[in-house]
C-alpha cells in the first residue's frame, strides 16, 4: 500500500502536464478542428475559448460579451483546479482529507450513506508566497513599509466544507458522479463517488467548478488507520512528522505549493486586487452579512490551524518582548 510518508517526492512540471487533461481542441463558433497549419486562437478577455478564424470570433462576439468576464474568473479557478488534480501527490492528500472529513468528522457533517454520492465544498485562495507580504498586508508588521504594489500570489486550499444549499442540485451531481461509474474498476464499484465544488470569491459572488471523484478503498483504508506521515520542510532541511488529520492533510499540500519557489507546480500568480482585499479585511472584525466574510473567515480558520501562521505570529510576539 502507497503510505503517503513513503510516497515518491511531487511531479515535475512535466508530468503534471501531462495529467492536465485539456478540452478537444475545436472553434467554439463553427466547431471545425484544429489543424497545424492554422492553430485556434484564444479569445483574449477569457481565454477560455477558442476560434479558427478572426470571422468566427467576429460573429461570436455579439453573444460571447454578455458571458467574457465571467468566464474569465471561471477559468482562472478551473484551470487551477485542473492543474492542482493534476499533481498526482496533491490529489491523494486531498482525497484523504475528504475521507477523514467524510468518516469521522461528524459533529459538523451530516452522516452521509455512502450509496449516495458525496458533495464537498473546496474553496481556493491566493494568498501572498512571502509570509511577511501576508502580515504587512493585513497591517500585522507596524513598523514595516507597505508591501510591494505587485505580489507573488501561491494557491491555498481553504478547508474541505459541507456544500451550501443550492449550489448544486442532487441531479448534476448524480450526471456528474455517471461519469465515473461509467467506465468503473469493479473492485471499486462499491467506494464513495461524489464531487468536490471548488470555489473562489465569496458566496454571493462567486466562481464554482465541479470534479467528479472516486475515494478508493485504498484511501479510505490509510484515513481509517491513522498512521502519521511526514512532510519535508525546506527551511530546516528535515521532515516534520503530521498526524493523519484533515487539517493536517490541508497543510501538506499548501506547505509543498509554498516551497515551490520554481513554480514546478504551476500554482503561482500574481495577486489580484480582490485577493487582496480578502487578507486586509482578515485582520478586522468583519461583519457577517459583508460579502467577502466567507472568505476572510476562511484566512482567519488557518491561521488557527497552519504552521506556517504559528511561526508568524510567534516572531511577532518575539519583538513585543
Ligand atoms: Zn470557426
Ligand atoms: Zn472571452
Not at 78 to 107: C, G, Q, R, V
Request: charged share 25%; aromatic share 6%.
Amino acid at each position: 500500500m502507497a503510505h503517503p510518508s513513503e510516497r515518491q517526492s511531487p511531479q515535475t512540471t512535466k508530468e503534471i502536464k501531462r495529467n492536465i487533461r485539456g478540452a478537444r481542441p475545436m472553434c467554439d463558433y463553427c466547431h471545425g478542428s484544429e489543424t497545424k497549419e492554422n492553430p485556434l486562437k484564444r479569445c483574449a478577455g477569457c481565454r477560455s475559448i477558442s476560434y479558427c478564424s478572426r470571422a468566427c470570433q467576429k460573429q461570436n462576439w455579439p453573444q460571447h460579451k454578455e458571458v467574457c468576464p465571467d468566464l474569465r474568473t471561471k477559468s482562472i479557478l478551473t484551470k487551477l483546479a485542473t492543474t492542482l488534480l493534476a499533481n498526482a501527490d496533491f490529489f491523494h492528500f486531498l482525497k484523504l482529507a475528504i475521507a477523514i472529513y467524510l468518516d469521522f468528522d461528524l459533529e459538523d457533517a451530516p452522516s452521509l450513506p455512502l450509496a449516495e454520492p458525496f458533495t464537498v465544498l473546496v474553496p481556493l485562495l491566493i494568498e501572498p508566497e512571502d509570509i511577511l507580504d501576508f502580515a504587512r498586508l493585513r497591517g500585522d508588521l507596524p513598523n514595516e513599509t507597505n508591501p510591494p504594489e505587485k505580489i507573488q500570489g501561491i494557491l491555498q486550499v481553504g478547508a474541505v466544507l459541507p456544500i451550501p444549499e443550492g449550489l448544486l442540485s442532487k441531479e448534476a451531481v448524480m450526471s456528474l458522479t455517471n461519469t465515473i461509474r461509467d467506465d468503473d474498476d469493479p473492485l471499486e464499484r462499491d467506494s464513495p463517488t461524489g464531487a468536490i465544488v471548488f470555489m473562489m470569491g465569496s458566496l454571493n459572488n462567486r466562481s464554482i467548478t465541479e470534479v467528479p471523484i472516486r475515494i478508493s478503498s485504498q484511501i479510505l483504508a490509510i484515513a481509517k488507520e491513522g498512521q502519521p506521515f511526514m512532510q519535508f520542510i525546506i527551511a530546516t532541511r528535515g521532515y516534520r512528522p503530521r498526524p493523519m488529520s484533515l487539517f493536517s492533510c490541508i497543510e501538506y499540500i499548501n506547505i509543498a505549493i509554498r516551497q515551490d519557489t520554481q513554480d514546478t507546480f504551476l500554482l503561482r500568480r500574481d495577486m489580484s486586487p480582490m485577493d487582496e482585499m480578502i487578507i486586509r479585511k482578515s485582520a478586522t472584525e468583519y461583519d457577517r452579512s459583508d460579502d467577502g466574510s466567507f472568505a476572510c473567515g476562511l484566512i482567519k480558520l488557518r491561521m488557527k490551524k497552519e504552521y506556517i501562521y504559528e511561526a508568524l505570529l510567534q516572531d511577532d510576539s518575539d519583538k513585543d518582548q
